[in-house]
């Protein structure tokens, strides 16, 4: 099994929809990123958390928003979903602890995401 | 702020071609961290290295070797020997001790042509 689970990995929807990504972890890491990838643009990040108190805006927030249920949880959510919402979607973990701090970014399998 | 730039945007290598990946970041905190990743068609992000801003030492790890140099802001990715499986879209990554934020460049595509 994954360490980092995306659900659903594939969604239609349609413009005005509300969406929700979920992501959980097993990993035990207590940081958790949202990104979305667009051809062209890379990685973008969307929301950051660090604990399940401490949620971060990132470089396109917009039009987001976030839940950190617990600390192995954390959802995405598209309130009202437009076509430029179209993309990729990854979730991410990260260790916040000792040498492996600042460590490598663990991500699921991503969500692929089309909005008519 | 934090940018990391990829200026090539596709590379196409005949087999067994050695080719050079570039990166360039840009930060002003002395205390940082610089990642690649691999994404092969199936999607999934693979990482490949980190490095801390305070090891320079050049890396190799099989065909792959990362040549990184402070003085001009720059992580390169050599893969020596190109192979048709080495076709995917590479980035480069940057995150700064003092928020732990990850940004990452926009990616080259690489093409290893048999």
């Known amino acids: 099994d994954a360490d980092v689970t995306q659900t659903p990995r594939n969604r239609i929807t349609k413009t005005g929809k509300r969406i929700m990504l979920e992501c959980s972890q097993t990993?035990?890491?207590?940081?958790m990123y949202w990104y979305r990838q667009d051809p062209g643009l890379g990685l973008r990040l969307i929301y950051y958390?660090?604990?399940?108190?401490?949620?971060n805006k990132g470089e396109i927030s917009d039009g987001y928003s976030v839940s950190r249920q617990a600390q192995a949880k954390f959802s995405l959510s598209l309130e009202s979903a437009i076509p430029n919402q179209t993309a990729l979607y990854f979730c991410?973990?990260?260790?916040?602890?000792?040498?492996?701090?600042?460590?490598?970014?663990?991500f699921g399998e991503g969500s692929r995401l089309t909005v008519l | 702020a934090q940018k990391v730039t990829q200026a090539q945007t596709e590379i196409s290598v005949v087999e067994k071609e050695d080719v050079t990946l570039d990166c360039v970041y840009e930060?002003?905190?002395?205390?940082?961290?610089l990642f690649w990743y691999k994404q092969p068609p199936s999607g999934e992000l693979v990482f490949l290295i980190r490095?801390?801003?305070?090891?320079?030492q050049n890396e190799i790890s099989g065909r792959y070797s990362w040549n990184f140099q402070k003085s001009t802001s720059s992580f390169n990715f050599t893969i020596t020997a190109s192979q048709v499986v080495d076709s995917a879209v590479y980035f480069c990554?940057?995150?700064?001790?003092?928020?732990?934020?990850?940004?990452f460049g926009t990616g080259t595509r690489l093409k290893v042509l048999a």
């Open positions: 930060t002003r905190d002395t205390t940082y961290y």
């Open positions: 991410a973990t990260s260790r916040a602890d000792g040498a492996r701090a600042g460590g490598e970014l663990f």
């Open positions: 958390s660090f604990d399940v108190k401490d949620i």
């Open positions: 990554a940057l995150s700064v001790k003092r928020t732990y934020k990850y940004i």
């Open positions: 990993k035990g890491h207590d940081r």
């Open positions: 490095r801390n801003s305070f090891d320079e």
